[in-house]
């Protein structure tokens, strides 16, 4: 049997985007999406799926081996604002689910591995402007704490049992495709929806909360590239800081007026204001840059103006 690919997580507003572009580079039977429910969403029902909780060991080493899933994405994870409702199922999972596949890349059964770090990993200490590569960190979540152990656990496992782990510390996604999953930087796909049916967005950040973005189709391209690399070429096996742009919400506001000349937003910060204030308003990404030639391709009017085309042919206007 010729080796697959196995996506963990698949679910989610990541994952789904990137099955669909790791199927078209390398056909749809070769990739496996698994998530934790019973059946596939519509978006991944165009090829294989397996339920798997990542909890499970023995569950996830039995596809993993019958498959021989040789390179594996692992996306499964309790993000930020819903990991502090439930700090012990966030530390479980996102520690736990990350230590089962890495034991069996140790064990050899994964050649290579993507898993995705966060800018939840910094904190109130670290500089904000162009926050560097190698920083003080200190985060004041559940998911950051998880993020930045699960750095230096992806680091020990390179160095003592050679696992080819890839890593890219992702800044706030935005996209079109799905729902996204319950993080901090979330208002800035729900405040599409809202302006397109709305006309009206209630915020829960404040206006100057600014925060490093990046739109999907650069986020999966990221995964694509880094795990096209090289491996003499990843210097780096905590995770790369990578960015597309910086905004806050009232820029956005703006920018999605030039399109919308009447939409009207309201500032309701809540707590997940607080974890936005902690992070970065702006990465250094210099080394992935060097590293594998990363480049974003959207701007944030590009993106502005791409989320906007896409969304007006699926949302309903009122």
């Known amino acids: 049997m010729k080796s697959t690919i196995l996506v963990i ?14 199927r078209s580079a390398h056909g749809r039977d070769k990739v496996i999406a698994s998530d934790i ?26 596809i993993v081996i019958a498959h ?24 479980d999972l996102n520690m736990n689910g990350l230590s089962n596949v890495l034991d069996l890349a140790r064990e050899g059964h994964i050649k290579r591995m993507f898993w995705p ?26 998911y950051g704490i998880t993020k930045v152990a699960g750095e230096s656990w992806c680091e020990y496992y390179h160095k003592r049992y050679k696992v080819d782990i890839r890593s890219v510390r992702y800044p706030g996604i935005i996209g079109y495709k799905s729902a996204p999953g319950g993080g901090t930087t979330d208002y800035a796909v729900h405040i599409f929806h809202e302006a397109l049916k709305q006309g009206h967005y209630d915020c829960f950040l404040s206006e100057s909360a600014r925060l490093p973005m990046m739109y999907m189709p650069d986020a999966t391209k990221a995964v694509m590239e ?60 210099h080394m992935a840059r060097e590293h594998w030639g990363w480049k974003p391709d959207y701007s944030l009017q590009a993106m502005v103006e791409d989320m906007l085309l896409n969304l007006k042919k699926k949302v309903p206007v009122e």
């Open 37 to 62: 429910h019973s059946s596939p969403p519509e978006v991944l029902a165009d090829g294989p799926y397996e339920q798997i909780n990542v909890l499970d060991k023995a569950k996830l080493a039995e």
């Open 68 to 91: 021989k899933c040789e390179e594996v994405y692992h996306l499964a994870a309790l993000l930020s604002a819903t990991a502090e409702k439930n700090p012990a199922l966030g530390w």
């Open 117 to 142: 770090s966060s800018i939840a990993v910094f904190g109130p200490n670290t500089p904000k402007d162009r926050t560097p590569q190698r920083t003080i960190m200190e985060p004041t979540t559940v």
């Open 226 to 285: 880094i795990m096209a690399a090289p491996e003499e070429k990843i210097g780096l096996r905590t995770s790369y800081n990578i960015s597309g742009f910086s905004i806050t919400p009232a820029m956005l506001a703006d920018a999605i007026r030039v399109h919308i000349p009447e939409f009207t937003i309201r500032y309701e910060p809540d707590y997940r204001d607080a974890i936005a204030q902690s992070w970065p308003s702006s990465l250094d990404d």
């Open 9 to 22: 997580g698949a679910a989610g507003q990541i994952g789904s985007e990137l099955v669909q572009a790791l």
